[in-house]
């Protein structure tokens, strides 16, 4: 399945469950899904490309469905405050059913705790922080990439291979880079 078909099935299922069976009648019916991505970044840039081009191609074979995903795009502009912003008017103004995004660890902190209070979904492809997935957390996040252990243990395992006994870490002062430090304790 190509990165563009699954980003849309995976964002189509969540989205199903989120709306109750009681909306749906004989009619059309649209549900509304946020998308908020740094539009200024390639990750973002390819991300809105394949959402719309997945939307496009998956509507053009099924013709006959009558629930329409209406995904509303925002442009975190790679800053927190922004991104929480776009939640914010995503939520309130256009009552979204779930958000997509956004991109890094420390924009969707703040935006998984918007969403948890709104009982809003939120998806991230690409938030790695293992912070976000804490169990006790909420249940209103769902990340579908891996978190950074999985880059610390593929480190580990060249220092052992090349059996090296000390090995000095170098990272950014983020949720990101303190995501790892605190795996490779």
């Given at each position: 399945m190509k990165m563009k078909d699954y980003l849309f099935l995976l964002s189509f299922i969540l989205v199903m469950r989120c709306?109750?069976?009681e909306q749906y009648s004989a009619s059309n019916h649209t549900v509304k899904v946020g998308v908020i991505l740094d539009l200024n970044s390639s990750v973002g840039r390819t991300a809105y490309c394949f959402i719309r081009a997945a939307s496009s191609d998956f509507y053009a074979k099924h013709a006959d469905y009558r629930t329409r995903i209406n995904f509303l795009f925002r442009d975190s502009r790679n800053d927190v405050v922004a991104a929480a912003s776009a939640a914010l008017d995503l939520m309130k103004n256009e009552q979204v059913h779930a958000i997509i995004g956004p991109q890094s660890s420390?924009?969707?902190?703040?935006?998984?705790e918007l969403g948890t209070k709104a009982n809003v979904?939120?998806?991230s492809f690409s938030a790695t922080s293992p912070f976000l997935s804490l169990s006790d957390q909420t249940?209103?996040?769902?990340r579908t990439t891996h978190d950074?252990?999985?880059?610390?243990?593929?480190?580990?395992?060249?220092?052992?291979a090349y059996g090296w006994?000390?090995?000095?870490?170098?990272?950014?002062?983020?949720?990101?880079?303190?995501g790892l430090d605190s795996i490779s304790h």
């Open positions: 709306v109750s069976c420390s924009q969707a902190k703040f935006v998984i979904p939120i998806i249940d209103f996040f769902i950074d252990s999985f880059q610390v243990k593929a480190i580990a395992d060249i220092v052992i006994r000390a090995v000095t870490p170098i990272y950014e002062d983020t949720d990101f880079g303190n």
